[in-house]
């Protein structure tokens, strides 16, 4: 089972721009955002719970300075350096990473079988280095499992990152990014257990060369909709700081419905889940083609939502509130 992160639904919504007035657009867009039915029904599967590890593999050339923003953010989900062997906790600046994080607590608090069940806890595991592209620049479903694979087979998220000058299946065409579940070729699993070798995965793609006005938007042009000038990456990195709001939206989706039967709404072939049940939000007053008020360092003139870990900002996408059915953001 895999869910991919699909652009489909905020570009159908950024051409509705184009057949308004500018004069009433802002509101009317505002209004069709505000008043979109949202539910997203739990299916009676197992969330992630208990202590998980985050496997990377970079898959393709990537600079230490891009592999650290990764990383870093990864650690500012539990408020925490990038060390494996000994977490430590670092003051958080609000609004921070850790407090977007939270709002995934509310789907375990909202899911009766959990009440009495530990929270998901998450942690840095190891990262392998993939700079020879051993199985090629293009990359079919299947192989990106089989590079999944590579990382921990229990209790963890093996997380598949691919280089800009690789391609893969469906890559802009139809997704972002994508997350899933398989159980190791060395053994059979089942879903959800604690005793077994399934695992889920998420793979992300760096765009910048390929499609940055599908999955890098707002740091790039949107491909339909009135071409207002693009935000400035917080990192300063483009195709990376993309990938973390992909990433982002992602591990939500991982952890409220890890196997395709968790928290959705919709087809379980097309979900939209914690965080695409929100495409395009980012901060309060978002519409089509806007991603809200954001806040800009003075420095940089980075636009951001989030302080993470070693004074990094990023952006990152609003989350479904269960406990409001309504998208939280940050600012």
């Not at 890559?171 to 604690?194: E, Q």
């Not at 992602?250 to 395709?260: D, H, I, K, Q, R």
Request: charged share 15%; proline share 6%.
């Amino acid at each position: 089972m895999t869910c991919s992160l699909s652009t489909k639904l905020l570009f159908k919504l950024l051409l509705v721009i184009s057949l308004l007035h500018i004069s009433s657009a802002a509101r009317r867009l505002n209004e069709l955002v505000s008043e979109q039915p949202l539910h997203l029904e739990y299916h009676n599967g197992p969330l992630l719970s208990g202590k998980f590890s985050i496997s990377l593999i970079w898959y393709g050339n990537f600079k230490p300075s891009q592999r650290a923003i990764i990383s870093d953010f990864l650690s500012s989900l539990s408020g925490s350096t990038t060390s494996s062997s000994a977490l430590k906790k670092t003051p958080q600046i609000e609004p921070s990473v850790v407090t977007w994080w939270k709002t995934t607590e509310k789907y375990y608090q909202n899911n009766t079988s959990k009440k009495h069940h530990p929270s998901l806890i998450l942690q840095m595991g190891k990262q392998l280095l993939d700079k020879k592209y051993s199985v090629g620049k293009y990359l079919t479903s299947n192989q990106i499992v089989q590079l999944a694979e590579r990382g921990n087979k229990k209790n963890a998220i093996n997380v598949v990152l691919t280089a800009s000058d690789v391609a893969v299946e469906g890559f802009c065409s139809r997704r972002c990014g994508t997350h899933g579940s398989s159980v190791s070729s060395s053994s059979n699993g089942t879903p959800g257990g604690n005793g077994n070798s399934t695992f889920v995965y998420i793979w992300v793609g760096n765009s910048e060369i390929q499609c940055p006005g599908k999955c890098t938007w707002p740091f790039h042009q949107p491909i339909y909709g009135p071409q207002t000038p693009p935000l400035v990456a917080p990192n300063n990195d483009v195709g990376l700081d993309g990938m973390v709001t992909n990433l982002a939206a992602l591990l939500a989706g991982t952890v409220t419905n890890p196997f395709g039967n968790g928290y959705f709404q919709g087809s379980p072939d097309a979900p939209l889940e914690a965080a695409s049940a929100c495409p395009g939000v980012f901060a309060k007053g978002a519409y089509p083609g806007y991603a809200g008020e954001l806040l800009v360092d003075s420095t940089t003139g980075g636009s951001y939502n989030a302080h993470g870990s070693n004074a990094r900002k990023y952006l990152l996408p609003a989350l479904f509130d269960p406990s409001t059915s309504s998208c939280s953001t940050l600012v």
